[in-house]
């Protein structure tokens, strides 16, 4: 009776520790699956407008700074004529508090980088 308890509890512990790495480690592909979707948000916004507004600019750094990212760096145009291309390009920092040992903790940064071109559209309704 006393075998199984040690080996039920060896069990439970193999793969409490195998549930805590998958989920560090997929939460950095997580962050940049968020990133990327508010990134192509404002990437159709700029399409459509023709350029992003300074406006624009400070709600997507704060929508950023709100998940997290930091030393965020946002390039796109103010304006643009339709039918020219214009490019917006993001870049964040993610940092992350990982298990660096059996017994430590350490924080992990990842660089993220959104770089596309689109084309000024007008819309026509």
Known sequence: MGERVVVSAVILVITMVLVIFMVEMFLPLSANIEFRDICRNYLMKMEFHGGLTADDILELNSQLAEKEFTDIIVSAPLM???GETMELFIKVKYTINTISGIFSRDHK?????????????????
């Not at 940064?109 to 309704?125: G, T």
Request: net charge positive; proline share 0%; aromatic share 16%.
């Open 80 to 82: 643009a004529k339709f």
């Open 109 to 125: 940064e990842y660089l993220m980088e959104y770089r596309r071109l689109a084309v000024a559209r007008k819309v026509i309704n």
